[in-house]
């Protein structure tokens, strides 16, 4: 990531368990990109370093991804809303 980022690039992607080192590192321009997101109460299927959506955005993600949790849901809209939700509250 501080590589990436002394070389001019405008964000970077890191686990959930380095987001407040490297958000602390690089400060608030670079955006940072999580991977392995999961709502409250969900596994973590395949992942091994998973935050759930309040979690990395407390820590200073900026961009969350959430794959499986939503393409694999029943209802893949509902699935968004209730992270939006997690998020808001």
């Given at each position: 990531?501080?590589?990436?980022?002394?070389?001019?690039?405008?964000?970077?992607?890191?686990?959930?368990?380095?987001?407040?080192?490297?958000?602390?590192?690089?400060?608030?321009?670079?955006?940072?990109?999580?991977?392995?997101?999961?709502?409250?109460?969900?596994?973590?299927?395949?992942?091994?370093?998973?935050?759930?959506?309040?979690?990395a955005v407390e820590r200073g993600a900026d961009l969350l991804v959430v794959g499986r949790?939503?393409?694999?849901?029943?209802?893949?809209?509902?699935?968004?809303?209730?992270?939006?939700?997690?998020?808001?509250?």
């Open positions: 990531a501080f590589e990436a980022s002394e070389a001019g690039a405008r964000g970077v992607v890191c686990s959930g368990d380095h987001v407040r080192e490297v958000r602390d590192a690089l400060g608030e321009d670079p955006l940072i990109v999580v991977p392995g997101i999961r709502p409250g109460g969900m596994g973590a299927n395949d992942h091994a370093r998973t935050l759930t959506p309040r979690e949790p939503i393409t694999q849901a029943a209802d893949p809209a509902q699935a968004a809303r209730a992270i939006a939700r997690e998020l808001e509250g």
